[in-house]
């Protein structure tokens, strides 16, 4: 059994991106520019803004956090993300998510320009993304491609099962493993016996939030495992969706938690961010 490090590969990208600003900047005068929203006051949600902002830091983007009361509305967060879409010095716009249910999150993610949606949340994106066609697409599926790449994972004619349908992992991760040839399967809370598609999987990716719900008899023995679940524990710890000290035993190769997937999301920002500001740059040419 083989730890897909996720950390290692993540530093690896963000010091090629460190080099690549410094690159711009010498070229163009151009710092690329991230800006994020962030409404209300969840605790998770904060601690995410403050880790991209500590790495836009490390890379040396210019980074601005637009921090808003719980009780926002429509309009003020719509006025904000216009006036960012207007800015010349930023380059991409992240809106942190779940926002509250007073906001209609879908016109929110629609009026971000898909030219700076390094989130890859934008109707458009997710179209080319579903084409095979270059765009912005979610960090975290992408860095589980990454992930897979830096350990010559080949995913062409391997049967992958993707547990768990959201707009942010499932979909576009199944979409990116479709475009790389590989055979999928899509598992959600309807699907009926779980074990049943698991035990067929060559890869598992899941990422739904609900702790040690894969179990070691639902994976194949030499089975790839990435856990894109990161839960809290009764005890504090940190764990994934994942039974990792039973499961381990089992398969071939497993991502951990912490230190799996979660730090590839930042990593695939920061390329992301990078990505819009060179195209950004180029239409400036």
């Given amino acids: 059994m083989q730890i897909l490090d996720g950390k290692a590969l993540a530093k690896k990208i963000e010091e090629n991106v460190t080099n690549e600003v410094a690159k711009l900047k010498a070229q163009t005068d151009r710092t690329p520019g991230l800006a994020v929203i962030l409404v209300g006051q969840d605790p998770a949600s904060q601690a995410y803004v403050s880790m991209k902002k500590k790495a836009c830091d490390k890379v040396g983007f210019y980074s601005v956090s637009h921090e808003m009361p719980e009780d926002i509305s429509q309009d003020a967060i719509e006025n904000t993300i216009k006036m960012m879409n207007q800015n010349p010095n930023i380059d991409g716009i992240l809106v942190q998510l779940p926002l509250p249910p007073q906001i209609d999150t879908t016109k929110i993610l629609e009026l971000v320009d898909p030219a700076k949606d390094v989130d890859g949340f934008h109707p458009y994106n997710v179209g080319r993304l579903v084409t095979n066609l270059d765009g912005f697409v979610p960090c975290t599926p992408l860095g589980v491609m990454a992930l897979l790449e830096e350990y010559n994972i080949n995913v062409k004619g391997k049967n992958c099962c993707v547990v768990g349908a959201s707009n942010i992992v499932g979909k576009p991760m199944a979409s990116l493993l479709l475009n790389a040839d590989a055979t999928v399967e899509i598992c959600h809370i309807f699907t009926d016996d779980l074990k049943k598609h698991t035990l067929q999987a060559d890869i598992i990716l899941v990422g739904v939030g609900v702790i040690n719900l894969i179990q ?70």
């Fill in 216 to 285: 070691e008899d639902m994976v194949k023995d030499g089975a790839i495992i990435i856990d894109i679940g990161i839960n809290r524990a009764d005890n504090g710890k940190l764990v994934g969706d994942v039974d990792f000290e039973n499961v381990s035993k089992k398969c071939s190769y497993i991502t951990p938690v912490p230190g799996g997937v979660g730090p590839m999301t930042i990593a695939m920002l920061m390329s992301n961010t990078l990505k819009a500001a060179k195209l950004n740059t180029q239409k400036k040419d």
